[in-house]
Antibody, heavy 119, light 111 residues
Framework: EVQLVQSGAEVKKPGESLKISCKGS????????MAWVRQMPGKGLEWMGI????????RYSPSFQGQVTISADKSINTAYLQWSSLKASDTAMYYC????????????WGQGTLVTVSS | QSALTQPRSVSGSPGQSVTISCTGT?????????VSWYQQHPGKVPKLMID???RRPSGVPDRFSGSKSGNTASLTISGLQAEDEADYYC???????????FGGGTKLTVL
C-alpha cells in the first residue's frame, strides 16, 4: 500500500527556520517524482516544486524559487521542504504528493503539515 | 492570479450534470495532454479524479469524465450526488521550465 506520511504541525516565529518531511512507503521512492503543494487558509492549491529522488533533479515554481528548498534522502525514502527564514505569509497547509511521471498527475498525497507562523 | 482559469462556483441538482471549465494557454492545457482534476472536500486531502485529460484512476466513478478542446479542459460530473459537493481543481503540465500549474478551484454546490 502506497503511503505518504508527513511530519506534524509546526508553530514558529517569523525569521525562524523550518524543515518538514514526507516519508514514502509501499512503492519505489527513487523512481517517482515528489511534489510539494501549498494551501493557504481558505485558498486554493499552489504547486511549489518537485523533486526526482533518484537523481535529485529539482524544479521550482517561479513563485517559490529562492523562497524554499526541496530535497530528498533516498536512503530513508523521505522528501523535505525547508525555509531559512519564515514569514507570517508562510502560514498554510503543506502537502506532499507523488507524481509517477512528473506531469501533474498526483496520485497519492500526504495528510498535510500545518505550518503556523506567528509572533 | 492562478495560471489556469476556473469558474469560482457551479451548482446543480441531484441527478443533473455539471461541467467545470479550465482555461489555460497553448503553453500548458493546449500544448500537452496532461490535464488532471482533483476533488477536495472541506478539511480533507485532495483526491485525483482524472489524469491525462480523460483517464479515470481506479475507483473513481464513471460519472466523472474529462475532455479538452484547444486551450480549455473540462470536467463533467453526471448524475450529481450530494457527496460530489466539494472544491475541484484542474492542473496541467506546462513544460520543463514551468512544469506544473493549478487552476484557482471551483466550488461545486449540489442544491
Amino acid at each position: 500500500e502506497v503511503q505518504l506520511v508527513q511530519s506534524g504541525a509546526e508553530v514558529k516565529k517569523p525569521g525562524e527556520s523550518l524543515k518538514i518531511s514526507c516519508k514514502g512507503s509501499g512503492y519505489s521512492f527513487t523512481n517517482n517524482w515528489m511534489a510539494w503543494v501549498r494551501q493557504m487558509p481558505g485558498k486554493g492549491l499552489e504547486w511549489m516544486g518537485i523533486i526526482y529522488p533518484g537523481d535529485s533533479d529539482t524544479r521550482y515554481s517561479p513563485s517559490f524559487q529562492g523562497q524554499v528548498t526541496i530535497s530528498a534522502d533516498k536512503s530513508i525514502n523521505t522528501a523535505y521542504l525547508q525555509w531559512s527564514s519564515l514569514k507570517a505569509s508562510d502560514t498554510a497547509m503543506y502537502y506532499c504528493a507523488r507524481s509517477p511521471r512528473g506531469y501533474g498527475e498526483f496520485d497519492y498525497w500526504g495528510q498535510g503539515t500545518l505550518v503556523t507562523v506567528s509572533s | 492570479q492562478s495560471a489556469l482559469t476556473q469558474p469560482r462556483s457551479v451548482s446543480g441538482s441531484p441527478g443533473q450534470s455539471v461541467t467545470i471549465s479550465c482555461t489555460g494557454t497553448s503553453s500548458d492545457v493546449g500544448g500537452y495532454n496532461y490535464v488532471s482534476w482533483y476533488q477536495q472536500h472541506p478539511g480533507k486531502v485532495p483526491k485525483l479524479m482524472i489524469d491525462d485529460v480523460s483517464r479515470r484512476p481506479s475507483g473513481v466513478p464513471d460519472r466523472f469524465s474529462g475532455s479538452k478542446s484547444g486551450n480549455t479542459a473540462s470536467l463533467t460530473i453526471s448524475g450529481l450526488q450530494a457527496e460530489d459537493e466539494a472544491d475541484y481543481y484542474c492542473c496541467s503540465y506546462a513544460g520543463s521550465n514551468t512544469f506544473v500549474v493549478f487552476g484557482g478551484g471551483t466550488k461545486l454546490t449540489v442544491l
